[in-house]
Antibody, heavy 114, light 112 residues
Framework: EVQLVESGGSLVQPGGSLKLSCVAS????????MDWVRQTPGKSLEWIGE????????NYAPSIKDRFTISRDNAKSTLYLQMSNVKSDDTAIYYC???????WGQGTLVTVSS | DIVMTQAPLSVSVTPGESASISCRSS???????????VYWYLQKPGKSPQLLIY???NLASGVPDRFSGSGSETDFTLKISRVEAEDVGIYYC?????????FGSGTKLEIK
């Protein structure tokens, strides 16, 4: 059974940092590009960025570029999202996604507030 | 960025009837390889989104064949035949043609 389990979401102050993780199982993690998508409360979905299979290439949405960094550890089947200089607009549920958006995690909630 | 516009905002359907949801893109989603990169997702209440349709008309694994996708280069339709209670939720279209990937604002399906 395919599973993507995100963790690391919490309450963080504006300007702070946070690192999210996503552990994959049930498929060959190293064969797939991975994405992060977020969903703000009561709103639609926003693509954050993607990473290629060996972690050598990333692409980001302009809205978060230079503040967020996507990385992966294929030996641990884990995807990461390093968030820095967070803003209140970053409050959202963060999902990791695989296999051309066929696999979604359950999401982890990040709340940015003082 | 490619803008994805969905209509209607919400739809109420009697069980057993059909429902259609529209999505329009601000740019053609037809790639030179002949594939149209529009995707459909359903987010059931309290759950993560799930893939329904990929590349405009292909049914994702495990999705009932009551769901179908069609369209042109910029206008797309998700049709749900014989709507069931389990189909309630918010339906999103999205494009995977180019970065940044973008999504529609969603269509809420309710049961009468």
């Amino acid at each position: 059974e395919v599973q993507l389990v995100e963790s690391g979401g919490s309450l963080v102050q504006p300007g702070g940092s946070l690192k999210l993780s996503c552990v994959a199982s049930g498929f060959t993690f190293s064969n797939y590009w991975m994405d992060w998508v977020r969903q703000t409360p009561g709103k639609s979905l926003e693509w954050i960025g993607e990473i290629n299979t060996d972690g050598s290439k990333t692409n980001y949405a302009p809205s978060i570029k230079d503040r967020f960094t996507i990385s992966r550890d294929n030996a641990k089947s884990t995807l990461y999202l390093q968030m820095s200089n967070v803003k209140s607009d970053d409050t959202a549920i963060y999902y990791c996604i695989a296999n051309g958006f066929a696999y979604w995690g359950q999401g982890t909630l990040v709340t940015v507030s003082s | 960025d490619i803008v994805m516009t969905q209509a209607p905002l919400s739809v109420s359907v009697t069980p057993g009837e059909s429902a259609s949801i529209s999505c329009r893109s601000s740019k053609s989603l037809l790639h030179s390889n002949g594939i149209t990169y529009v995707y459909w997702y359903l987010q059931k209440p309290g759950k993560s989104p799930q893939l329904l349709i990929y590349r405009m008309s292909n049914l994702a694994s495990g999705v009932p064949d009551r769901f179908s996708g069609s369209g042109s280069e910029t206008d797309f339709t998700l049709k749900i035949s014989r709507v069931e209670a389990e189909d309630v939720g918010i339906y999103y279209c999205g494009q995977l043609l180019e970065n940044p990937l973008t999504f529609g604002s969603g269509t809420k399906l309710e049961i009468k």
